[in-house]
């Protein structure tokens, strides 16, 4: 499936500070495999520019905002990440750029499948096929 949402997390926490939790198969929806986090992204850089065959995340900024644009093959969507009770989870066959960084925006994103380069789809025409052609 192609499709892409926002998930609310619950914060967890006290008069000590906040915590949010995420659990494979419960408030993250698969089986998480992969962690990684980018950080330092340098001011007006996109990100990105690429879509996979296979794979579902879950990006957050846990510190700090970007924005994702978001492209099925038909329509567009610009999504800010800015909260880090706000995952985006991305599945399947979406073209993704990210933008906008804040100077101390970390993203952290979790994934269903270790890294694979043979899953990146990094030419805009290759995908407006594979969509088609699905
Ligand atoms: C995505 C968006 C949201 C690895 O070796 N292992 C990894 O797990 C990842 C994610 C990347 N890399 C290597 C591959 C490149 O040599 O790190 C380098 C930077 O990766 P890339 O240019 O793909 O980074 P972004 O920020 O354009 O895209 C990343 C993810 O790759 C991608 O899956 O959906 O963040």
Request: charged share 25%; aromatic share 12%; glycine share 6%.
């Amino acid at each position: 499936m192609n499709s892409y949402k926002l998930i609310s997390f619950k914060t967890l926490g006290d008069e000590r500070g906040s915590l949010i939790a995420l659990e494979a198969d419960y408030n993250a929806p698969f089986h998480i495999q992969r962690v990684y986090y980018i950080f330092d992204t340098k001011n007006g850089v996109v990100r990105g520019s690429h879509a996979h065959i296979d794979l579902k995340q879950i990006a957050i900024a846990v510190k700090g905002s970007c924005v994702f644009v978001l492209d099925d093959g038909i329509t567009k969507e610009e999504i800010l990440l800015d909260n880090p009770n706000k995952g985006l989870f991305i599945e399947g066959l979406i073209w993704r750029d990210m933008k906008n960084f804040s100077e101390d925006c970390v993203l952290l994103v979790v994934a269903n499948k270790h890294y694979d380069e043979t899953d990146y789809i990094r030419d805009y025409n290759k995908f407006l096929q594979k969509v088609k052609n699905v």
